[in-house]
Structure formats: structure tokens, C-alpha cells
């Protein structure tokens, strides 16, 4: 049996579950995020098996290009508050993190 | 069994194997390095997917910026006087929670990808995918793409004014 759709659906599926996993597990922020990346990651392999084998053509690399974008953005920011955060509390852990301002 | 099964597999196995050292690993610097070879690991999947040019964005965005910039918040944030760079794994019940769903979600996933009868079109086999993207963007999806170029710059730039130091 050939590799078909189902193969690469099936390793993004697994990507998901792991970057879930990763999320749930880790209280430091940049763990966080390194999950976020993992399932970003296979949401865009799902975008791009569908564009081969699911007829969704070039509108899924169009897709999986903005994904690739928003992840820059979302990561740059993202990480200019993480540093912000470090430098009042002295340290990341998403679950004791609990003022907005002192 | 041929070449393109053989590098379909390994291309998996480099892609779970590495995501477990990302969720599983003791130290955040391990977890970041595991993190370059999922992300090559998933450029290769492009690659046997013929998306040539997402292989190639994947390869400068993801490894050349986005994981720079993790490499450094996990260095910017360790303490000075820790010895160990902490991990921050978090008790007994949330890893026992954490597994159990994942696990949930991985075998729905997998269940539901193996039982629905997808809807099959293979794409039109093209020498490369570069001039096809580049006409649909600047024809059919202009204005996403402006809108994406401007939000890129708002992000950078309010990226840049919160990272900045109090100077008073």
C-alpha cells in the first residue's frame, strides 16, 4: 500500500497530540510556546497534504504561508512579553503569574 | 518498499521522535534543539508533498527566526545564579492529565483520519509551485497579503517597544 492522504493526516494528528501534551504538562512560558509551535506545525501539514491530496491545490500553500506569518508575528510578541515578565517576577511560570500591573 | 515510502517514514520518525524530546525533555535548551529537527523534519514532508516553496519558508521562518528567538527567551530567562536551567514540569496530576488527553486526542485523530472517506483530488503535477503562489497572491489574495505585511510590522514594531528596557 502506497503512502496516500491518511499517512500524513495521521503524523499531524500524533504532531497535535504531542504539542497538547507539551502545553498541558510545562508551567514555563517559553514551553508553552514551543508547544504552540508544534501544533501550528501540524495544522500546517494538514494544509499542505490537503493541497496535494485533497485537491485543495495552491489555495492550501496560501493558507499554510499565512499560518507561517501569523506564527512570526505571534512568537515575536509573544516573547517581547515573556521578557517583560521576567524582568518584574524573575521567573516565567504561566501559573503564578497573577497581576497586571503591581 | 520504495524511496519515497522509506523517506515518508523516516521523515516521520525524525518528526515524533523529536516532538517527544520537545514535550519530554529535562532541559529547556534540549527541548529547543529537538524543537530544529521537528521543524526539519516537517520541511520534509513539504518537500515529499511537492510544496517546494513552503519547504523552503518553513526552513528560513521557522529555523532561522522563530526558533533564534526561543533559543533566546529560554537564554534571556534563566536565572544567573541557577545552576540547572529549570524545565517547570509541573506535578504528578498534570502530567497524568496531560497524558491522558493527548492520548484521547491522538487516538481520536487517528481513528477519525483512518475511517473518513476523504474526498481525493491529486493536485496537477507542475515543475514548481513558486509561480502559482506568487500569481494567486498578488491577483486573487492581495488584500490578505497587504493586511499580512502591515500586521507584520505592527508586530514587530510593538514587539521592539514592549521588550524595551524602563529607561526612568
Redesign the interface.
Known amino acids: 500500500m ?10 499531524s ?10 502545553i ?5 512560558a ?2 508553552v ?3 504552540l ?2 501544533i501550528l ?1 501540524s495544522a ?2 494538514n494544509f ?2 490537503f ?5 485543495l ?3 492550501g ?2 493558507a ?3 499560518v ?10 509573544a ?6 515578565i ?2 518584574n517576577y ?4 504561566v ?1 503564578e503569574i497573577n497581576k497586571l500591573k503591581e | 518498499m520504495g524511496l519515497f515510502e522509506l523517506a515518508f517514514y523516516s521523515f516521520a520518525a525524525i518528526i515524533l521522535i523529536s516532538a517527544l524530546g520537545v514535550v519530554l525533555s529535562r532541559k529547556m535548551m534540549y527541548s529547543a534543539f529537538s524543537l530544529l529537527f521537528t521543524f526539519f523534519g516537517v520541511a520534509g514532508m513539504y518537500v515529499l508533498l511537492n510544496a517546494d516553496f513552503i519547504a523552503v519558508t518553513q526552513l528560513m521562518v521557522y529555523v532561522g527566526g522563530i526558533l533564534v528567538l526561543i533559543i533566546f527567551g529560554v537564554m534571556l530567562t534563566q536565572k544567573i545564579t541557577g545552576v540547572d536551567i529549570k524545565d517547570g514540569s509541573v506535578g504528578k496530576l498534570s502530567f497524568a492529565v496531560g497524558g491522558i488527553m493527548s492520548a484521547f486526542i491522538a487516538v481520536f485523530f487517528t481513528m477519525m483520519y483512518m475511517n473518513v472517506d476523504w474526498f481525493l483530488k491529486d493536485a496537477p503535477i507542475t515543475d514548481s509551485t513558486i509561480t502559482q503562489i506568487g500569481k494567486s497572491l498578488l491577483t486573487e489574495y492581495l488584500l490578505a497579503f497587504e493586511v499580512a505585511a502591515v500586521l507584520l510590522l505592527v508586530a514587530f514594531i510593538g514587539a521592539a517597544l514592549i521588550a524595551r528596557r524602563e529607561s526612568n
Open positions: 502506497g503512502i496516500g492522504l491518511e499517512h500524513f493526516l495521521i503524523v494528528g500524533l504532531l497535535f497530540a504531542l504539542g497538547i501534551f507539551g498541558i504538562t510545562r508551567k514555563n517559553i514551553m510556546l514551543m508547544g509551535e508544534l506545525n500546517n501539514l499542505i497534504a493541497a496535494r491530496y485533497g485537491g491545490n495552491i489555495e500553500h496560501i499554510a504561508i499565512f507561517i506569518i501569523l506564527a512570526a508575528a505571534e512568537v515575536a510578541v516573547l517581547a512579553i515573556v521578557l517583560n521576567y524582568q524573575k521567573h516565567i511560570n501559573d
